[in-house]
Protein backbone atom coordinates (compact mmCIF):
# COMPACT_ATOMS: atom_id res chain seq x y z
CA UNK A 1 0.00 0.00 0.00
CA UNK A 2 1.75 2.93 -1.38
CA UNK A 3 0.18 6.33 0.30
CA UNK A 4 1.72 9.79 0.55
CA UNK A 5 3.14 8.80 3.59
CA UNK A 6 4.78 6.06 2.56
CA UNK A 7 6.16 7.96 -0.80
CA UNK A 8 6.99 11.34 1.44
CA UNK A 9 9.10 8.96 3.66
CA UNK A 10 10.59 7.04 0.58
CA UNK A 11 11.74 10.58 -1.08
CA UNK A 12 13.33 11.42 1.87
CA UNK A 13 15.54 7.74 1.83
CA UNK A 14 16.36 8.22 -1.59
CA UNK A 15 17.48 11.64 -0.96
CA UNK A 16 19.91 11.15 1.76
CA UNK A 17 21.06 7.69 0.60
CA UNK A 18 22.24 9.68 -2.39
CA UNK A 19 23.97 12.28 0.08
CA UNK A 20 25.03 9.28 2.04
CA UNK A 21 26.74 7.42 -1.13
CA UNK A 22 27.91 10.20 -3.23
CA UNK A 23 27.79 13.30 -2.01
CA UNK A 24 29.44 12.96 1.30
CA UNK A 25 32.27 10.63 0.09
CA UNK A 26 33.36 13.25 -2.33
CA UNK A 27 33.06 15.69 0.75
CA UNK A 28 35.54 13.99 2.74
CA UNK A 29 38.03 13.05 0.13
CA UNK A 30 38.62 16.91 -0.72
CA UNK A 31 38.65 17.33 3.20
CA UNK A 32 41.32 14.46 3.55
CA UNK A 33 43.21 16.43 1.15
CA UNK A 34 43.48 19.65 3.16
CA UNK A 35 45.91 17.75 5.76
CA UNK A 36 46.30 17.77 9.29
CA UNK A 37 42.38 15.74 10.21
CA UNK A 38 42.58 16.24 13.91
CA UNK A 39 42.33 20.29 13.36
CA UNK A 40 40.31 19.77 9.70
CA UNK A 41 36.82 21.44 10.43
CA UNK A 42 35.80 20.66 6.98
CA UNK A 43 36.46 16.67 7.68
CA UNK A 44 35.13 17.15 11.47
CA UNK A 45 31.62 18.32 9.88
CA UNK A 46 31.74 15.94 6.74
CA UNK A 47 31.90 12.97 9.04
CA UNK A 48 29.54 14.48 11.67
CA UNK A 49 26.77 15.02 8.69
CA UNK A 50 27.54 11.43 7.65
CA UNK A 51 27.06 10.20 10.68
CA UNK A 52 23.51 12.11 10.98
CA UNK A 53 22.37 10.99 7.69
CA UNK A 54 23.09 7.02 8.56
CA UNK A 55 20.88 7.86 11.84
CA UNK A 56 17.84 9.85 9.68
CA UNK A 57 17.89 7.14 7.39
CA UNK A 58 17.49 4.03 9.72
CA UNK A 59 15.14 6.31 11.54
CA UNK A 60 13.13 6.74 8.09
CA UNK A 61 13.16 2.96 7.21
CA UNK A 62 12.00 1.87 10.63
CA UNK A 63 9.00 4.17 10.31
CA UNK A 64 8.42 2.95 6.93
CA UNK A 65 8.06 -0.62 8.49
CA UNK A 66 5.86 0.71 11.37
CA UNK A 67 3.53 2.19 9.18
CA UNK A 68 3.34 -0.97 7.19
CA UNK A 69 2.09 -2.79 10.05
CA UNK A 70 -1.02 -0.99 10.21
CA UNK A 71 -3.90 -3.65 9.59
CA UNK A 72 -7.03 -2.15 8.29
CA UNK A 73 -8.46 -5.06 10.43
CA UNK A 74 -7.55 -3.91 13.71
CA UNK A 75 -8.88 -0.89 13.19
CA UNK A 76 -12.37 0.02 14.80
CA UNK A 77 -15.35 0.12 12.96
CA UNK A 78 -18.02 1.86 15.99
CA UNK A 79 -15.25 4.33 17.50
CA UNK A 80 -12.27 6.76 17.04
CA UNK A 81 -9.12 5.71 15.49
CA UNK A 82 -6.36 6.23 13.57
CA UNK A 83 -8.42 7.71 9.86
CA UNK A 84 -11.21 8.63 11.89
CA UNK A 85 -13.10 12.15 10.93
CA UNK A 86 -14.33 13.73 14.24
CA UNK A 87 -16.41 16.64 14.69
CA UNK A 88 -16.44 17.96 18.17
CA UNK A 89 -18.30 20.19 20.34
CA UNK A 90 -15.70 22.83 22.54
CA UNK A 91 -17.76 23.25 25.54
CA UNK A 92 -15.91 26.00 26.60
CA UNK A 93 -16.23 28.15 23.66
CA UNK A 94 -19.55 27.46 22.07
CA UNK A 95 -18.15 25.95 18.92
CA UNK A 96 -18.10 22.90 16.68
CA UNK A 97 -14.58 21.61 15.20
CA UNK A 98 -13.71 18.85 12.65
CA UNK A 99 -10.46 17.04 13.21
CA UNK A 100 -8.60 13.84 11.52
CA UNK A 101 -6.52 11.43 12.71
CA UNK A 102 -2.94 10.71 10.75
CA UNK A 103 0.23 10.21 11.22
CA UNK A 104 2.40 12.26 12.90
CA UNK A 105 3.89 12.72 9.63
CA UNK A 106 0.74 13.96 7.67
CA UNK A 107 -0.45 16.20 11.18
CA UNK A 108 -1.29 20.44 10.12
CA UNK A 109 -3.67 21.69 12.78
CA UNK A 110 -4.25 24.37 10.68
CA UNK A 111 -5.97 21.89 8.26
CA UNK A 112 -7.55 19.72 10.68
CA UNK A 113 -5.31 17.02 10.44
CA UNK A 114 -4.13 15.69 13.78
CA UNK A 115 -1.67 12.88 14.70
CA UNK A 116 -2.75 10.13 16.89
CA UNK A 117 0.07 10.66 19.14
CA UNK A 118 -1.33 14.26 19.73
CA UNK A 119 -2.59 15.40 22.86
CA UNK A 120 -5.97 16.04 21.64
CA UNK A 121 -5.48 12.44 19.00
CA UNK A 122 -4.71 10.44 22.21
CA UNK A 123 -7.83 11.97 24.07
CA UNK A 124 -10.05 10.40 21.17
CA UNK A 125 -8.83 7.63 20.81
CA UNK A 126 -11.64 4.71 21.67
CA UNK A 127 -13.97 7.06 22.04
CA UNK A 128 -17.84 7.53 20.25
CA UNK A 129 -20.82 9.80 19.85
CA UNK A 130 -22.12 11.19 22.58
CA UNK A 131 -18.42 11.09 24.57
CA UNK A 132 -17.04 13.45 26.80
CA UNK A 133 -13.11 14.12 26.17
CA UNK A 134 -11.26 16.80 28.12
CA UNK A 135 -8.03 17.17 26.70
CA UNK A 136 -4.85 18.75 28.78
CA UNK A 137 -3.21 21.48 26.42
CA UNK A 138 -0.64 23.68 26.99
CA UNK A 139 -3.49 26.42 27.50
CA UNK A 140 -4.49 24.39 29.79
CA UNK A 141 -7.84 21.36 30.20
CA UNK A 142 -10.57 21.55 27.07
CA UNK A 143 -13.75 19.53 27.19
CA UNK A 144 -15.29 18.53 24.06
CA UNK A 145 -18.14 16.39 23.35
CA UNK A 146 -18.01 13.86 20.16
CA UNK A 147 -20.86 14.88 17.89
CA UNK A 148 -19.72 12.45 14.97
CA UNK A 149 -17.42 9.67 14.11
CA UNK A 150 -17.15 8.76 10.53
CA UNK A 151 -14.58 5.98 10.41
CA UNK A 152 -11.51 5.17 8.00
CA UNK A 153 -13.72 2.07 7.01
CA UNK A 154 -16.61 4.96 6.53
CA UNK A 155 -14.81 6.66 3.98
Not at 32 to 61: C, H, P
Not at 63 to 76: E, F, T, V
Not at 104 to 119: F, M, Q, R, Y
Amino acid sequence: MSTPVHRKLEEEIQTLERELNYELPKELKRARALGDLSENAEFIMAKQRQQYVSARIAQLKQRLADLSLINMNNIPKDRIAFGSRVLLYDLDRDTEIEYRLVTSEEADVNKGLISTTSPIGRSLMGKRIGDAVVVATPNGRREFEVRSVQTIHDA
